[in-house]
């Protein structure tokens, strides 16, 4: 059974979240504000969190911060604002997916099981190389050197399958659809904030834009 740690301070949010996620067989656990998430998240790691953005105590961007310095754990940001501002934040610091409040709840289990698909992907032991980078497949777990690049699972997710095609130019839609699990159509900001994010932890030459097409991953020489 999945656990998923619910950070919502508004009942009745909370309880129709946890309650319709407990009725889809998952193991829920609550939080009501920054501190408190954060604390359940580092004592209990979930397999997922979803995480509202306006928190009393600290906001969901700070405990995306903090939960994702200690170990990168999916999370599904829910944010009430029109604008993308926190969005676009949340997906830099870590977070995996975001909805936008009023949401349904058909779509909220539809992205959790999207996201837990995707941690359940497993395959035989094997690596890949990005000139002095080493990708640990089944340990998901980049090094360079003897050093540890901590990445994000979708940023992990991100960089495999752009490194399975290596120069090769690949569109946003293509990424949004095989590492998320998207159709065309979903922002394409998400994966360009991904994208920012890996090359600041990887070195900005080693992926490339392809301006109108998308991104592609270069070998180095």
Known sequence: MKRILVVEDEPTILAAVATRLRAEEFQVETAVDGPSAVAAALANPPDLVVLDVMLPGFDGLEVCRRIQA???ISVLMLTARSDETDMLIG???????????PFSMRELVARIRVLLRRMDRTGPAQL?????HR???????????DAE?????????LLVFLAGRPSAAVS???LLEHVWGWGSGVESRTVDTHVKALRRKLGAELIRTVH???????LPR
């Open 135 to 145: 990708i640990d497949l089944q340990a998901r777990r980049v090094h360079k050197g």
């Open 70 to 72: 200690a170990q990168p």
């Open 172 to 174: 946003r839609d293509a």
């Open 149 to 157: 690049v901590h990445l994000t699972r979708t940023e992990f997710d």
């Open 91 to 101: 997906l830099g610091i870590g977070a995996d997916d975001y909805l936008t409040k």
């Open 128 to 132: 890949m190389w990005i000139g002095e």
């Open 212 to 218: 109108g097409v998308g991104y592609a991953l270069e």
